[in-house]
Antibody, heavy 119, light 107 residues
Framework: QITLKESGPTLLKPTQTLTLTCTFS??????????VGWIRQPPGKALEWLAL???????HYSSPLNSRLTITKDTSKSQVVLTMTAVDPVDTGTYYC???????????WGQGILVTVSS | DIQMTQSPSTLSASVGDRVTITCRAS??????LAWYQQKPGKAPKLLIY???SLASGVPSRFSGDGSGTEFTLTISSLQPDDFATYYC?????????FGQGTKLEIK
């Protein structure tokens, strides 16, 4: 059974750095073809892909947010960490991590974590 | 980056209706398209992958079709559990884009 769970702060002030951790089980990030991504969703709005890391440590980021994001993995802990610098109230939303499948879709999702940015 | 445009944004329908949601890409997709269902307060659930393949456990009343720049998700006979928001998602050149969503409401 594949599970993913997001953890991290739920309230930040503007300009702070957000660090989210995705802890997963049921698969390994050393298996060729496997990836873990981060997707967010502002309240009442659409899903937005943020970043993705592959088994071979290749990383890709959303163009608009590229300069603010860093994604890393710790295969020994089965964790993927997303860092977002200089948060703003527009970064408020639910942040999901998800497992990337071979066909470019996200087959398994965490429950999400609601992050609020407010002064 | 490839943009994905879904239509309609909102769809009102009744139980038993056949409904179709369209997703258009800003350029021809060289890779695959997926569809997700999301209910309030829940994570998205994969319905369709590779444009037309049904994900595990998804009822056969859901189907996907299309190629190039235009793709559709069809629900053949709406059930009460199907009223939710639906998103398409493309993967191309290490970039992933979601559509803006279609909210399926009870008429």
């Amino acid at each position: 059974q594949i599970t993913l769970k997001e953890s991290g702060p739920t309230l930040l002030k503007p300009t702070q750095t957000l660090t989210l951790t995705c802890t997963f089980s049921g698969f390994s990030l050393i298996t060729p073809g496997v990836g873990v991504g981060w997707i967010r969703q502002p309240p009442g709005k659409a899903l937005e892909w943020l970043a993705l890391i592959y088994w071979d440590d290749e990383k890709h980021y959303s163009s608009p947010l590229n300069s603010r994001l860093t994604i890393t993995k710790d295969t020994s802990k089965s964790q993927v960490v997303l860092t977002m610098t200089a948060v703003d109230p527009v970064d408020t939303g639910t942040y999901y991590c998800a497992r990337l499948r071979d066909y470019g879709d996200f087959g398994d999702w965490g429950q999400g974590i609601l992050v609020t940015v407010s002064s | 980056d490839i943009q994905m445009t879904q239509s309609p944004s909102t769809l009102s329908a009744s139980v038993g209706d056949r409904v179709t949601i369209t997703c258009r890409a800003s350029q021809i997709l060289s890779s695959w398209l997926a569809w997700y269902q999301q209910k309030p307060g829940k994570a998205p659930k994969l319905l369709i992958y590779k444009g037309s393949s049904l994900a595990s456990g998804v009822p056969s009343r859901f189907s996907g079709d299309g190629s190039g720049t235009e793709f559709t998700l069809t629900i053949s006979s709406l059930q009460p559990d199907d009223f939710a928001t639906y998103y398409c998602q493309q993967y191309s050149a290490y970039s992933y884009t979601f559509g803006q969503g279609t909210k399926l409401e009870i008429k």
